[in-house]
């Protein structure tokens, strides 16, 4: 079955510190990845996909088709950062885009 | 320009009633996606369509119905509204291939 597992519910770090959030899915097609961000009070928006391969915020993620991950990482955490943010999968092969159960990255002064 | 447009951003239902949460974009978009968002379970996809007239169940359909008359509205429909629908939804809609979702604000629907 298709799914898309965050394990961490919640990840605190100091500012300055690097941050990893880890996504891992199941997929048998061809899978395309996608970081979706929701700050405080706004909508849900598009952080990064793993097709465009570049940094956005100074955040990073590549797919491993091998290890089936695709997390995000930045090297200096900065307040700002502190939000909700969720893993995307879309399904070509049925147009499906399902999500995982997000992580809340909260940034320690 | 406005977007993806959802309404109402808030709703108190009691059990049993029925409502209509509506959502409407205006970027000509042709894929339309309603998700529901729970604390800790994150997104779960309810129902999405890739055209007018199309529609196609998610991961979690039951308790809900949709409609796509049109390229712009895709209203979800609550017929016997339970306490287990109490959760926030979101609509958002695409391109055909592109994937990139632009999300609608929210609608928050409680159930007493």
Redesign the interface.
């Known amino acids: 079955a298709q799914r898309v597992t965050?394990p961490e519910?919640l990840l605190s770090v100091f500012k300055g510190a690097p941050v990893e959030l880890k996504c891992n899915y199941s997929y048998s097609g061809s899978p395309?990845l996608?970081w979706?961000v929701q700050y405080s009070r706004q909508?849900?928006?598009?952080l990064l996909?793993h097709i465009s391969r570049e940094s956005i915020k100074g955040f990073t993620a590549d797919l491993n088709k091998g290890e089936t991950s695709f997390h995000l990482k930045k090297p200096f955490a900065q307040e700002e950062d502190s939000a909700m943010y969720?893993c995307?999968l879309?399904m070509?092969r049925?147009?499906?885009?399902?999500?995982?159960?997000?992580t809340r990255l909260h940034i320690l002064p | 320009n406005a977007g993806v447009t959802q309404t109402p951003k808030f709703r108190i239902l009691k059990i049993g009633q029925s409502m209509t949460l509506q959502c409407t974009q205006d970027m000509n978009h042709n894929?339309m996606?309603w998700?529901r968002q729970d604390p800790?379970?994150?997104?779960?996809?309810i129902y999405?369509s890739?055209g007018a007239g199309i529609t196609?169940k998610?991961?979690v359909p039951n308790g809900y119905n949709v409609s796509r008359s049109t390229t712009e509205d895709f209203p979800l429909r609550l017929e016997l509204a339970a306490p287990s629908q109490t959760s926030v939804y979101?609509c958002?809609s695409t391109f055909?291939?592109a994937?990139?979702?632009t999300?609608?604000?929210?609608s928050r629907l409680t159930v007493l």
């Open positions: 965050q519910k395309e996608f979706y909508r849900l928006q598009l996909r969720y995307a879309a070509n049925d147009d499906k885009i399902i999500f995982g159960k997000g | 894929y996606y998700y800790g379970m994150g997104l779960k996809l999405y890739v196609d998610g991961e979101f958002a055909p291939g994937n990139v979702l999300f609608g604000a929210g």
